[in-house]
């Protein structure tokens, strides 16, 4: 089964940036969806950005151009590039992989079957 593990969290100020990465063993299939969840205190998960293997990606409306996914496959390796930060986006960041779904990867994080274990992202005002 694939492995995940994410790293790159932290604490920064409102409007600073942070790249997430996360490493992945190995895909067992050669075409996945992967993606970025969050969950904040007493909230539901978040999935914030999607990508599938061909590098087709989507956006969570509450990070849509500030955040950016994107995916090395020849180094397995999924990031998540955060700008323009705001209190709000505090949470913890998981990494999940699962099979390919057309025509996008799917926002609902039960879909996802393997998850990283999470890094801290916290935003100050």
């Known amino acids: 089964q694939v492995q995940l593990k994410e790293s790159g969290g932290g604490s920064v100020q409102d409007g600073g940036s942070l790249r997430l990465s996360c490493v992945a063993s190995?895909?067992?299939?050669?075409?996945?969806?992967m993606g970025w969840i969050r969950q904040a205190p007493g909230k539901e998960r978040e999935a914030v950005a999607t990508?599938?293997?061909?590098?087709?990606?989507s956006y969570s409306d509450s990070v849509k151009g500030r955040f950016t996914i994107s995916l090395d496959k020849f180094a397995n390796t999924l990031y998540l590039q955060m700008n323009s930060l705001r209190p709000e986006d505090t949470a913890i960041y998981y990494c999940?992989?699962?099979?390919?779904?057309?025509?996008?990867?799917?926002?609902?994080?039960?879909?996802?079957?393997?998850w990283g274990q999470g890094t801290q992202v916290t935003v100050s005002s």
């Open positions: 190995r895909h067992t299939y050669s075409h996945y969806c």
């Open positions: 990508i599938d293997n061909t590098g087709d990606s």
């Open positions: 999940a992989a699962g099979r390919y779904w057309w025509p996008d990867c799917p926002s609902d994080s039960a879909l996802y079957n393997t």
